[in-house]
């Protein structure tokens, strides 16, 4: 039994790693490195959790949060502790507390962030801002669809839309 476990743990770590490849352009591999205090699987694989200090580091970004859980279908996680690493999929990532994320020059931060693999989809939560430079932007909630490169920022009855744009100096105004 612990030998199967082990298997699980291991083969689900690979999951994470292989297929969280999704947040690049498709087809593209790159490597992934989560660190945190703890790492504990749950529902037979189902399920990883990364609590304390998470850190994710990949060339095109870094996403730090208190905890980062993990969702594999379980019919995926089960085949991937049959079967070896990288054969089953990510349904979902959600990191939570003190969420921050920098990709390419710009940052964002929340109190929770969720990407969706199957839509390509990243949904920032709880006070979520987007900034690039002086320029922001918040809202209730802020949805990016990194494949399509399209975004949309959502207000709300407690919180509207806010942008801030600042125009470089010698643009004509």
Avoid: Y
Avoid at 55 to 68: A, E, N, Y
Avoid at 125 to 147: F, H, M, S, T, Y
């Amino acid at each position: 039994m612990k030998a199967r476990a082990a298997i699980i743990v291991m083969a689900v770590l690979a999951v994470v790693i292989c297929a969280s490849a999704g947040l690049a352009a498709d087809g593209d591999a790159v490597p992934t490195r989560i660190t945190s205090d703890v790492m504990r699987v749950e529902q037979g694989g189902a399920r990883v959790v990364f609590t304390g200090n998470v850190v994710v580091t990949r060339p095109d970004m870094v996403i730090r949060s208190r905890t980062l859980t993990v969702f594999v279908p379980a019919k995926d996680a089960g085949d991937a502790a049959a079967t070896g690493p990288g054969q089953g999929r990510i349904e979902r990532i959600v990191a939570q507390g003190d969420v921050r994320i920098e990709r390419e020059g710009r940052r964002g931060e929340a109190a929770k962030a969720t990407w969706h693999e199957d839509q390509g989809l990243l949904v920032m939560e709880g006070d979520p801002v987007l900034r690039e430079g002086d320029n922001a932007i918040a809202g209730e909630v802020i949805k990016i669809w990194i494949r399509d490169g399209r975004s949309e920022v959502v207000g709300g009855k407690d919180k509207r839309v806010e942008a801030t744009f600042f125009t470089p100096e010698g643009v004509e105004r």
